[in-house]
């Protein structure tokens, strides 16, 4: 993660891999919106799908709300729990996850660990 020019925003890059290939990958804005007074962020990834979300703090974790599209149009909205573990590592939920208003099941959690 990285400040982007300005530093307004915070900037990252993701790639999700399974058995060393990668799969999927991405790139997120994270900033303060002065409009509405919370922390937002824009996920974009290699696919063509997109997502917008909120963050509020939860005691010491962040929940982030998120909503979006994927590349075929169906709309995705989730609630993602992102909590700290270590000064490098975070573990990551997915839960009340609905496509086109439909529930999902949550996706497993798992842990980041920051590449430096």
Known sequence: MQWARGGSFLTRTFKVTKAGDVTLEGWQVIGWDPVQEQIR?????????????????????????????LPDGAQLSSEAMLQRIGDDKCTYEITNRTLDGDPQPNLPRIEITRVK
């Open 41 to 69: 962020s824009w996920l974009f990834d290699s696919e063509g799908a997109y997502s917008e979300g909120t963050w509020s703090r939860s005691g010491s974790n962040w929940l982030i709300r998120q909503s979006g599209y």
